[in-house]
């Protein structure tokens, strides 16, 4: 009776909340106050997918909503990305009948890497996939080792891990795991390269003896293809590979078998796009249809989008703020093109979750790379345009070239007229939609 009266509770708050608008994770708040552990017990059913990491988490998850809702599936997931364990809470309330049984095929959730601790525990999932662990928002997070530690004491035999084994780093996770590893990755390709272009990498060397990693190619970062000069480690067997790998045709080939279309140049797109794949394939989706399904998904142009402006290509990148890989993702981006550049970097706000002004990440990204391009201006847009600047300064960019402003409408009012060169746009998310819409005001 009381579980019936908390999920009827829950569900009028959640009622109540969508009539003003309000509360995506309110009612999971008040539910887990009044029972801490209630969500254990919402019957759930056969097939229950976690997806976290420091990046790609959300991507990932709503990509494998997708594949199983093209597929026929009914599939709860939280969309609205409220990933701690209210947001979880209420996901489950959203999709449970008033006896507590959760009434669609699929549940997959996004989850903060903190937060699996309380989580997993709770819901024990059957397949977990872990994007990446690496430097990400420092004063909530401290340090990737630290996260690391969370998430493996919250990991169990019976759960199948899905992991990037391109990543030298999330092979931690196998050490001590008895239960199924799935490995995806990215074999050498046209766009890889052999000599190490970024300094600030999570792992230089061996996680089993501490010797340093040696690799025969990259694809970012510390991913490629590495080995331990002194002990056994090294790139485990890739169970999905992608065979072929073309930005320029927007085209990947997975086992040498399953062309699928990637909706970006951005490389992390293509390893969450196989970590998607490789979910559903094991989890026993056809995979000619999962190929299908995935390059028919429609682009997400809030993370990603292309458009022209006079003659002059756009492209604009969602970073998240607070986290050096995903500005270094685009800077290996902007790097494969070699015609003159005009670069806009900024946010309105580095993080609503707590006050602190951390910029320490910035000294994480390896801006040192633009160094060689063809910049006509960099313009540094927002609160922080004078911390960016400092930070291209001390990377080696010329003062003369780097533009400071305010407000994005007077940013782009100069960049239209005063610069030339193609415009990549490395923005936060916040900053994403208003230069769209002044870059394009014009046009129409």
């Known amino acids: 009776m009381k579980k019936f009266l908390l999920i009827l509770l829950g569900k009028c708050i959640i009622l109540f909340g969508k009539i003003v608008h309000r509360g995506s994770s309110l009612p999971g708040e008040i539910i887990l106050k009044l029972d801490s552990k209630f969500m254990k017990k919402i019957k759930l059913p056969k097939t229950v997918i976690a997806v976290t990491g420091s990046s790609g988490k959300g991507s990932v998850s709503s990509m494998i909503r997708d594949i199983y809702k093209n597929c026929g599936y009914s599939v709860a997931h939280n969309v609205k990305g409220s990933n701690l364990s209210a947001g979880i809470m209420t996901l489950l309330l959203e999709n449970t009948t008033l006896f ?121 970062e510390n991913l490629g293809n590495y080995t331990c000069s002194k002990c056994d480690f090294k790139r485990p067997t890739i169970n999905f590979e992608v065979t072929k790998l073309d930005f320029e045709k927007k085209e990947m080939v997975v086992n040498n078998l399953y062309p699928i279309h990637i909706p970006s140049g951005i490389l992390y797109a293509v390893y969450n796009i196989l970590a998607a794949f490789s979910t559903t394939t094991i989890l ?124 994005l409408e007077e940013a782009t009012t100069e960049i239209k007229k005063k610069t030339s060169g193609n415009i990549y746009a490395i923005l936060n998310f916040d900053y994403v939609e208003p230069f769209n819409h002044y870059m394009k005001e014009d046009l129409s």
Request: with cysteine; proline share 3%.
């Open 100 to 220: 507590g049984v959760l009434k669609k095929d699929v549940l997959v959730f996004e989850i903060d890497e903190r937060y699996t601790k309380y989580v997993f525990p709770e819901l024990n999932p059957g397949y977990v996939v872990i994007t990446n662990l690496t430097r990400d928002q420092p004063p909530r997070q401290g340090h990737f080792d630290l996260v690391f530690e969370e998430i493996k004491k919250a990991i169990t035999d019976n759960m199948h891990l899905i992991l990037n084994g391109d990543d030298p780093y999330l092979q931690k996770f196998a050490f001590h795991h008895k239960g199924p590893i799935t490995y995806y990755g990215i074999s050498k390709n046209k766009s890889s390269y052999s000599k190490n272009k970024f300094q600030n990498l999570n792992i230089n060397y061996c996680p089993k003896c501490n010797k340093k990693l040696e690799y025969e190619y990259y694809q970012f």
């Open 284 to 407: 026993g989706l056809d995979t000619e249809i999962v190929s299908s399904v995935i390059g028919e998904l429609n682009q997400n142009k809030k993370l990603y989008d292309e458009y022209s402006y006079h003659n002059r290509a756009v492209y604009v990148l969602n970073n998240k703020n607070e986290n050096s890989t995903t500005f270094n993702s685009s800077l290996l981006f902007l790097d494969r093109f070699k015609e003159k550049k005009t670069i806009v970097i900024g946010w309105k706000e580095i993080s609503r979750r707590y006050n602190f002004d951390d910029l320490s990440w910035l000294y994480d990204i390896d801006f040192e790379l633009l160094k060689k391009h063809d910049i006509d201006k960099i313009v540094c847009v927002g609160i922080h345009r004078y911390d960016i600047a400092t930070r291209l300064k001390y990377a080696g960019i010329y003062e003369k070239d780097i533009m400071v402003f305010d407000s």
